[in-house]
C-alpha cells in the first residue's frame, strides 16, 4: 500500500502547476482525500479535501486558486494550482483517510519564484 505524489517544481509567481496523487495496492476511491502542505518552519496546513462522495473543501488561503478532483479509472487524485504565489512554496503530501485509518505519501515540493 502506498501513496505516489508528483509533480512539483519551479515555478514562477502567478504560474500553475498540476500535482498528482497516484494509489499502488489501494483503491483511493475508498478514501477521503486531502492535500496538505508544509513550508519550512511551519505546521502541516491542509489545503484540500475531496471526500469518497465528491463533496469538496478547501483551505482559506487557496480558494479560488486551487482546485481538487479524482479520477478513480486512474486511482489518481489531483491538486490543480492556479495564481500560485510565493507563499506557497511548501512540501505538498497527499493523504488518503477512512476512519482510523490514514496512509501518506512522500511529498513533492514546490518552490514558487516572484
Known amino acids: 500500500v502506498q501513496l505516489q505524489a508528483s509533480g512539483g517544481g519551479l515555478v514562477q509567481a502567478g504560474g500553475s502547476r498540476r500535482l498528482s496523487c497516484t494509489g499502488s495496492?489501494?483503491?483511493?476511491?475508498?478514501?477521503?482525500m486531502n492535500w496538505y502542505r508544509q513550508a519550512p518552519g511551519e505546521q502541516r496546513e491542509l489545503v484540500a479535501t475531496i471526500t469518497r462522495d465528491g463533496d469538496i473543501n478547501y483551505g482559506d488561503s487557496v480558494k479560488g486558486r486551487f482546485a481538487v478532483s479524482r479520477d478513480n479509472a486512474e486511482n489518481t487524485v489531483y491538486l490543480q494550482m492556479n495564481s500560485l504565489q510565493v507563499g506557497d512554496t511548501a512540501t505538498y503530501y497527499c493523504?488518503?483517510?477512512?476512519?482510523?485509518?490514514?496512509?501518506w505519501g512522500q511529498g513533492t515540493l514546490v518552490t514558487v519564484s516572484s
Open positions: 493523504n488518503a483517510q477512512l476512519l482510523r485509518t490514514q496512509y
Open positions: 495496492g489501494m483503491l483511493l476511491s475508498r478514501y477521503n
